[in-house]
């Protein structure tokens, strides 16, 4: 037997409004004080005056109301495509003037300015409306308002999500993503060298060659923001985890979270509380947070290589995914042996407060840290080409090793994009892998002039043993 497609889009507009409906009725059960709130209204109701403490606003509806809404919207749908658009033109606006005056209402009698309930009654009354008035996608319109639920049914997590961040962490945010969609559409996207430079570009032609005024070409402002964005993107997806999951937990999380954003913030402010600890039982803590953060960095510039270069992220994940589980397994052992001793104190969050908070925890989407990548990832990739232009392949990996001392990120993405075009892909992920183990060796360092000999002890043995097995399964991945 065949349903026609209108009973079905009816039934699933109506099930869509019970949706919402009850997760209205599901919220409402969980508003502080309802005892309170009834008899404030019941006192609104009669004297109807301004009440100047604020109250939760009382519920529009519920499951009944919204499938009614839903019916609503579902009849008015089917009125314009029979032509009688008028009766959907009065019935929208019965639905919309109805909303005022309980928005009034809620203001006037409890001193509430919530729009919640006022804007999901309209978000159902349209969908049904597009349900049987329209012909666009069923799934789309089911899909809108599962999210919709899901939101509505958020309400208690996003407040507490909103509260993680400071006023200036979102203008900051705010500010950088606008920057971003008003400049990328604006800017060249051209690289300009020596050549491009105005009255004397002719000059360096004569007297350098073509060849080294074209490996002057870095300056590329449309490639360098684009990747100045990617990065950042990825940056931020672990300053979001840091803060979301990181609030009061031990050292060794925030070594894990703080990698996701700066491994050698974490390595620098954990070598420095190391130094500060007389008991060597203390120092434990310090070191494992260190090692964690270097496996969570591993996973971060995967990442970014995976954005920028699908081919080269294949080629260099089964080395980067067995350092990664290197450093676990360090952890885990060290972990076992540390757990059987009592240290001398419980280190938490609190102790943690210097560099990671001043460096690592400071929100990547803001001006300044995009400026200084992208002026590192500028000077990274003029750097590499010139080297490649007057030493070849070794100047390349040279290159890249000297400018992984001071960071991965550029090296990552400037490598990522000369793999398969400039750079063969095998030769690329050995330039990585080399980058990696170089930065692994500045933080060694840092650690060696930060910490005393008991920690940097254990973070060289770690990244030694990082480096060997990564090399064994760089050569197997490359050679067999």
Not at 85 to 91: S, T
Not at 167 to 195: R, Y
Not at 386 to 401: I, Q
Not at 430 to 449: E, G
Request: with cysteine.
């Amino acid at each position: 037997m065949n349903i026609d497609p209108i009973y079905i889009r009816f039934l699933l507009a109506v099930s869509l409004g019970a949706l919402v409906g009850f997760e209205r009725d599901e919220n409402r059960k969980n508003i502080p004080k309802e005892k309170e709130l009834a008899a404030s209204a019941d006192i609104a109701a009669r004297k109807f005056t301004f009440i100047k403490e604020g109250h939760p606003a009382n519920g529009l509806g519920g499951f009944r109301t919204y499938t009614l809404i839903s019916i609503l919207g579902a009849l008015a749908g089917v009125a314009s495509t029979l032509g009688a658009g008028a009766i959907a033109w009065v019935v929208a606006a019965g639905i919309i003037i109805f909303i005022q005056i309980a928005f009034l209402l809620n203001y006037f009698d409890k001193n509430s300015l919530g729009l919640t309930t006022e804007v999901s009654i309209i978000l159902v009354f349209v969908l049904s409306f597009l349900l049987l008035g329209t012909d666009i996608s069923v799934n789309f319109i089911v899909m809108a308002a599962v999210v919709s639920a899901f939101v509505l049914s958020m309400r208690n997590q996003l407040h507490a999500f909103s509260g993680l961040f400071s006023h200036e962490e979102v203008i900051d945010t705010i500010k950088f993503l606008l920057f971003t969609a008003v400049i990328i559409p604006l800017l060249p996207n051209k690289a300009f060298g020596l050549a491009d430079i105005p009255k004397v570009g002719h000059l360096f032609m004569t007297y350098w060659g073509t060849g080294f005024v074209s490996a002057t070409e870095a300056f590329n402002p449309q490639r360098i923001w684009t990747v100045v964005v990617m990065v950042l993107s990825v940056n931020f997806v672990g300053y979001f985890i840091a803060k979301l999951f990181g609030k009061g937990k031990g050292v060794s999380v925030i070594g894990l979270l703080g990698g996701l954003v700066s491994s050698t913030a974490v390595t620098e402010n954990m070598s420095s509380l190391s130094k500060e600890e007389k008991d060597t039982r203390a120092k434990e803590p310090y070191v494992l947070a260190t090692i964690l953060s270097n496996a969570s960095s591993l996973m971060r510039i995967l990442v970014v290589v995976l954005i920028l270069n699908f081919h080269l992220a294949i080629r260099v994940a089964v080395p980067v995914l067995v350092m990664f589980l290197t450093s676990i397994l360090a952890y885990a052992v060290l972990k076992s042996k540390y757990d059987g001793k009592k240290t001398s104190k419980n280190v938490t969050i609190s102790k943690v407060k210097t560099n990671i908070q001043n460096k690592a925890m400071q929100t990547p989407f803001s001006l300044k840290p995009a400026l200084v990548l992208a002026g590192i990832f500028f000077a990274v990739t003029l750097f590499t080409q010139l080297a490649l232009y007057f030493l070849g392949d070794s100047g390349f990996v040279l290159a890249s090793m000297a400018s992984a001392l001071s960071g991965l990120d550029a090296v990552a993405a400037n490598t990522s994009l000369f793999a398969g075009s400039v750079i063969p892909l095998d030769f690329a992920a050995v330039v990585l892998f080399v980058a990696i183990c170089m930065n692994m060796i500045a933080r060694l360092v840092i650690s060696i002039f930060s910490a005393d000999e008991y920690f940097y002890k254990k973070i060289l043995r770690t990244f030694s043993f990082n480096i060997l097995f990564g090399i064994i399964a760089l050569i197997v991945v490359i050679y067999l």
